[in-house]
C-alpha cells in the first residue's frame, strides 16, 4: 500500500511534466487538469479508506530510503492521524479548482500553463503533509513557493505584482528562519527524523537550543499561518489572486505553518514550547481580535475575507498554545473547518466578482437574494458557517481553542490563558458582527441595478462547491469523525495518556 504514497506524488508531478511535452488542444485541455487532479483524489480517498484507525498515531504506508547517505538525509513519507485529513483536504480543494475552471477560463489566458503551475503547486503541498524527514519537509515547503508566486503574478488582478513580490519575499524570509531552526535541532540530535524526534520529546537538547530553535522554527512557520503582525503580505495576495490561487492559498497554504508546529515544533521542542506558549497565544488573541477589526472596515469582498483568515488562523494557534489535547484537536479541527468554509467563501466571491464586475461591497448594490437566489443564499450559508454557527464546522475549532485556553497545559499561567479566552470571545462576537454586516449590506434589500451578466449559479459551480457544503454540515454535526483521527495522534505527541 505504500505505493499510494508515491502515487499521490507521481501522479501530479508526471501530469504536470506530460503539459511540457505535449501541445493539447483547448478542448481536451479543459478536461485534463480535472482529470489528473480527479486519479489524485481517488487516491486521497482510497489512502483514508486503507488507513488503520486503531493505530492512528503512528505513521502508516511509509516509505523510507536513503537520500544522502553521507549526510544521513532520507526520502521518508508516511502519513498518521494529524496528516491524514490535509492530504484529503489538499486533493479534493486542488480538485475542486480545476472542476471550476472547466467553464471559468483564467482571465491572464495560458490555460495549460495555470494547470502545470497548479499540477506542480499540488505535489509540493501533498509532500509537506507526508514528509516524515525535516529537510524533505523544507524541500516540499519551499516548492509551494514558486508556484503560486506565479499564479498570482500571471493570473491575477491589477495590483498582481506587488502582491506577488510580496508574498515571496515574506514567504522567503520565514523559510530561511525556519531551516535555522531545523538546523539547530540537527546539531543538536544528530537525526533529521520526525518520526523518531517526536518519540524522543527533547531528549538530548538542552533547555536553551530548544527556546532558541523553537523561536526560530515558529517563526518561520508564523509568517505561513499566518501570525499576527507577520501577516501582512495574505490580504494584498488574496485580493489579487484569481480565484483557485485564493481557494488553495486559504484552504491549504495556510494550514502548512500550523501543521509545522503540531508536527515539528511542539512535540520535538517541548520545553522550547512551554516557555513561549504564553507569548503564542497572545499574538494569537490580537490577531483574533486585529482580524475582526480589519474586517469592519473593509469594503472589498475579498480583501474581507482575507482579513478573516487572521482571525480564524489566531484561533488555531490560540489551541496550538494551550499544548493540551483539547487544544491541539482544535487546532488541527479548525484546519479542515477553515480549509472548507473559506475556500467555499472565495470560490462564492470569485463568482460574485466575475457577474457584477467588482468585489466592492458599496457597488454591489444589494438585493443579491432577490437577484441570484442560489448565489446569495451560498454566500449566507459560507458566512454563517465562517462566523461559527452550532451544527456546522466552523464551531467546533473555536470552541474546543477556548475550551483548551480554559484549562492549559500544567506550568502555563491560567489566570492569563482566561484572559485569552475571554478576548477569544470577543473575537467571535465581532466575527459575528462583520460578517452580519457584509449580508446587510449585499444580500438583503431591494437590487437597485440590473440584473447583472452571467445569471445564477452554474452546474459546474455547484459540482464545485456542493461538497464543501456537504461536509460542512456533515463535520459540524459529527465532529466525532475527525477527531477520533487526531487524537490518538495529538496524545501521543504530548505524551498524554
Same mark, same amino acid.
Given at each position: 500500500?505504500?505505493?499510494?504514497?508515491?502515487?499521490?506524488?507521481?501522479?501530479?508531478?508526471?501530469?504536470?511534466?506530460?503539459?511540457?511535452?505535449?501541445?493539447?488542444?483547448?478542448?481536451?485541455?479543459?478536461?485534463? /487538469?480535472? %482529470? @489528473?487532479?480527479?486519479?489524485? $483524489?481517488? !487516491?486521497?480517498?482510497?489512502?483514508? &479508506?486503507?488507513? +488503520?484507525?486503531? =493505530?492512528?498515531?503512528?505513521?502508516?504506508?511509509?516509505?523510507?530510503?536513503?537520500?544522502?547517505?553521507?549526510?544521513?538525509?532520507?526520502?521518508?513519507?508516511?502519513?498518521?492521524?494529524?496528516?491524514?485529513?490535509?492530504?484529503?483536504?489538499?486533493?479534493?480543494?486542488?480538485?475542486?479548482?480545476?472542476?471550476?475552471?472547466?467553464?471559468?477560463?483564467?482571465?491572464?489566458?495560458?490555460?495549460?500553463?495555470?494547470?502545470?503551475?497548479?499540477?506542480?503547486?499540488?505535489?509540493?503541498?501533498?509532500?509537506?503533509?507526508?514528509?516524515?524527514?525535516?529537510?524533505?519537509?523544507?524541500?516540499?515547503?519551499?516548492?509551494?513557493?514558486?508556484?503560486?508566486?506565479?499564479?498570482?503574478?500571471?493570473?491575477?488582478?491589477k495590483e498582481r505584482r506587488g502582491a506577488a513580490v510580496k508574498f515571496?519575499?515574506?514567504?522567503?524570509? /520565514?523559510? %530561511? @528562519?525556519?531551516?535555522?531552526? $531545523?538546523? !539547530?535541532?540537527?546539531?543538536?540530535? &544528530?537525526?533529521? +527524523?520526525?518520526? =523518531?524526534?517526536?518519540?524522543?520529546?527533547?531528549?538530548?537538547?538542552?533547555?536553551?537550543?530548544?527556546?532558541?530553535?523553537?523561536?526560530?522554527?515558529?517563526?518561520?512557520?508564523?509568517?505561513?499561518?499566518?501570525?499576527?503582525?507577520?501577516?501582512?503580505?495574505?490580504?494584498?495576495?488574496?485580493?489579487?489572486?484569481?480565484?483557485?490561487?485564493?481557494?488553495?492559498?486559504?484552504?491549504?497554504?495556510?494550514?502548512?505553518?500550523?501543521?509545522?508546529?503540531?508536527?515539528?515544533?511542539?512535540?520535538?521542542?517541548?520545553?522550547?514550547?512551554?516557555?513561549?506558549?504564553?507569548?503564542?497565544?497572545?499574538?494569537?488573541?490580537?490577531?483574533?481580535?486585529?482580524?475582526?477589526?480589519?474586517?469592519?472596515?473593509?469594503?472589498?469582498?475579498?480583501?474581507?475575507?482575507?482579513?478573516?483568515?487572521?482571525?480564524?488562523?489566531?484561533?488555531?494557534?490560540?489551541?496550538?498554545?494551550? $499544548?493540551?489535547?483539547?487544544?491541539?484537536?482544535?487546532?488541527?479541527?479548525?484546519?479542515?473547518?477553515?480549509?472548507?468554509?473559506?475556500?467555499?467563501?472565495?470560490?462564492?466571491?470569485?463568482?460574485?466578482?466575475?457577474?457584477?464586475?467588482?468585489?466592492?461591497?458599496?457597488?454591489?448594490g444589494g438585493g443579491m437574494l432577490a437577484r441570484l437566489p442560489y448565489?446569495?443564499?451560498?454566500?449566507?450559508?459560507?458566512?454563517?458557517?465562517?462566523?461559527?454557527?452550532?451544527?456546522?464546522?466552523?464551531?467546533?475549532?473555536?470552541?474546543?481553542?477556548?475550551?483548551?485556553?480554559?484549562?492549559?497545559?500544567?506550568?502555563?499561567?491560567?489566570?492569563?490563558?482566561?484572559?485569552?479566552?475571554?478576548?477569544?470571545?470577543?473575537?467571535?462576537?465581532l466575527t459575528a458582527a462583520y460578517f452580519l454586516l457584509m449580508l446587510?449590506?449585499?444580500?438583503?434589500?431591494?437590487?437597485?441595478?440590473?440584473?447583472?451578466?452571467?445569471?445564477?449559479?452554474?452546474?459546474?459551480?455547484?459540482?464545485?462547491?456542493?461538497?464543501?457544503?456537504?461536509?460542512?454540515?456533515?463535520?459540524?454535526?459529527?465532529?466525532?469523525?475527525?477527531?477520533?483521527?487526531?487524537?490518538?495522534?495529538?496524545?501521543?505527541?504530548?505524551?498524554?495518556?
Open positions: 500500500m505504500s505505493a499510494i504514497i508515491i502515487g499521490l506524488l507521481a501522479v501530479p508531478l508526471a501530469g504536470a511534466a506530460v503539459l511540457l511535452l505535449l501541445t493539447r488542444p483547448a478542448r481536451l485541455l479543459r478536461w485534463y /487538469g480535472p %482529470a @489528473v487532479s480527479g486519479v489524485t $483524489l481517488v !487516491l486521497a480517498l482510497v489512502l483514508a &479508506g486503507s488507513f +488503520d484507525y486503531g =493505530r492512528a498515531a503512528r505513521a502508516q504506508f511509509e516509505i523510507d530510503h536513503a537520500w544522502i547517505p553521507g549526510l544521513d538525509l532520507r526520502f521518508h513519507l508516511g502519513v498518521d492521524g494529524v496528516s491524514l485529513p490535509l492530504v484529503v483536504l489538499t486533493a479534493l480543494l486542488t480538485f475542486l479548482c480545476f472542476l471550476y475552471l472547466v467553464r471559468h477560463r483564467p482571465e491572464g489566458g495560458r490555460s495549460g500553463a495555470l494547470a502545470f503551475t497548479l499540477l506542480v503547486l499540488e505535489v509540493g503541498m501533498i509532500g509537506t503533509f507526508l514528509a516524515l524527514d525535516l529537510l524533505l519537509f523544507f524541500v516540499f515547503f519551499e516548492i509551494v513557493l514558486i508556484p503560486m508566486y506565479f499564479v498570482i503574478a500571471i493570473w491575477g488582478g515571496i519575499l515574506y514567504t522567503l524570509l /520565514g523559510s %530561511a @528562519v525556519l531551516l535555522l531552526g $531545523l538546523l !539547530l535541532i540537527w546539531a543538536h540530535t &544528530g537525526t533529521l +527524523d520526525m518520526v =523518531r524526534l517526536a518519540g524522543a520529546h527533547g531528549a538530548g537538547i538542552p533547555r536553551a537550543a530548544q527556546i532558541l530553535a523553537f523561536l526560530a522554527v515558529g517563526a518561520g512557520l508564523a509568517v505561513k499561518a499566518p501570525m499576527w503582525p507577520l501577516h501582512t503580505w495574505l490580504p494584498a495576495a488574496h485580493t489579487e489572486a484569481p480565484t483557485v490561487g485564493s481557494v488553495l492559498l486559504a484552504g491549504v497554504l495556510l494550514k502548512m505553518g500550523t501543521y509545522g508546529f503540531v508536527r515539528i515544533a511542539i512535540p520535538v521542542l517541548p520545553e522550547g514550547a512551554a516557555v513561549l506558549a504564553p507569548w503564542l497565544g497572545a499574538f494569537a488573541v490580537v490577531g483574533i481580535v486585529y482580524g475582526s477589526l480589519a474586517c469592519l472596515a473593509q469594503r472589498d469582498l475579498k480583501r474581507m475575507i482575507a482579513y478573516s483568515s487572521v482571525g480564524h488562523m489566531g484561533f488555531v494557534l490560540l489551541g496550538l498554545a494551550t $499544548l493540551t489535547p483539547v487544544g491541539m484537536n482544535a487546532a488541527l479541527f479548525g484546519n479542515i473547518a477553515h480549509g472548507l468554509i473559506t475556500g467555499l467563501l472565495f470560490f462564492v466571491a470569485g463568482a460574485i466578482k466575475e457577474r457584477y464586475g467588482t468585489s466592492e461591497m458599496s457597488r454591489l448565489l446569495g443564499s451560498l454566500l449566507t450559508f459560507a458566512c454563517v458557517a465562517s462566523l461559527g454557527l452550532p451544527g456546522l464546522a466552523g464551531f467546533w475549532g473555536e470552541m474546543l481553542a477556548l475550551l483548551g485556553a480554559f484549562h492549559p497545559a500544567p506550568g502555563l499561567s491560567r489566570p492569563l490563558f482566561l484572559v485569552f479566552m475571554v478576548v477569544g470571545g470577543i473575537g467571535t462576537v446587510s449590506r449585499v444580500t438583503h434589500g431591494r437590487p437597485d441595478e440590473p440584473v447583472p451578466r452571467l445569471g445564477d449559479v452554474s452546474p459546474y459551480e455547484l459540482a464545485a462547491w456542493t461538497p464543501l457544503v456537504v461536509l460542512t454540515v456533515a463535520l459540524g454535526l459529527w465532529p466525532k469523525a475527525l477527531l477520533a483521527v487526531t487524537d490518538p495522534a495529538v496524545r501521543a505527541f504530548l505524551g498524554a495518556p
